[in-house]
């Protein structure tokens, strides 16, 4: 790995773990909350190893055993290690509110001081913008019914809890399928809009590292089983737009995008993802 990236992976360590030390993610056993969004990603990207599992009643519930992620798969998700191109880290909370009785944990000139590498992760810090938010919590806008989370095993043994790698990677598809329509309406129009026209590069690259790392590390992966659990969780997400939009031609752009981001030896594994994604969502089946 280049510096450039392991300085990045160490920022968001140094970011997780003053959050983390100040903030506990559990208490009693109950799990309080977890990472989602850019932060999560860089920390599934930087692990050693990571457990599946299930939040009910605030209580962590693993699925599986714990799996390793080997040098193939390490190689895979290194190629997506990126700065976060906001200033704001996804949190999801399980407790409500609990954020409120840390809120001098997270203010902006804390965070400065205590960790240093934060203009590495984001470098809208490094251009003078103190943005007005570092900590997303995305469940005070919409109701989440279960989650899918992970117990994440960094390189020195910490232990941090994220959402479910999976999960991160059919958010990251329909992150994707979002900018690539933003971004197509613009040029129907005659416009442009270069904002997502980035982002869809950047979503791709995220997509295909993950999906590249993970998914071949996954026994007995069941695309449509992962799609009811995700639906059934969050009715509000992302991913539900996609299905009432049936978008077909935006998925098969999208995979078309992908090619080159496959990994040698995952073209089938891609292929049946996208097919099993089209056949589920009630589309043509064959690519």
Known sequence: MDKE???ILDAANQYTEY?????????NDEVKYYFSGSLAMLLI?????????????KKFKQRGENIEIDSSSK???EEGIRTSSSGDVDVVEIEDDYFLRFSSI???KRVR???S???????????GQNGSMYLDLLNDDRKINAHNIASITLKDGTKVYTIDPVDLIFHKFADAISALRTSENAKAKGERNEYYDKKYEKDIKDFCSLANGILPLIKNFNVSE???EILTNNEQSAIKSLVERKDEESVRKFYQDCKPHIKSGNEQLFKKLFEEILNRFALVKSL
């Open 75 to 77: 190689s895979c998700l």
């Open 113 to 115: 001081e205590n960790c």
């Open 106 to 108: 997270y203010n902006t």
């Open 5 to 7: 990236k392991q300085l």
């Open 117 to 127: 590498l934060t203009k590495t992760l984001f470098p809208t810090w490094r251009e």
């Open 45 to 57: 990207m930087g692990a050693k190893s990571f457990l599946r599992g299930t939040v009910a009643d």
């Open 226 to 228: 992962t799609l009811d």
């Open 19 to 27: 959050i983390t030390t100040n903030i506990p993610q559990t208490q």
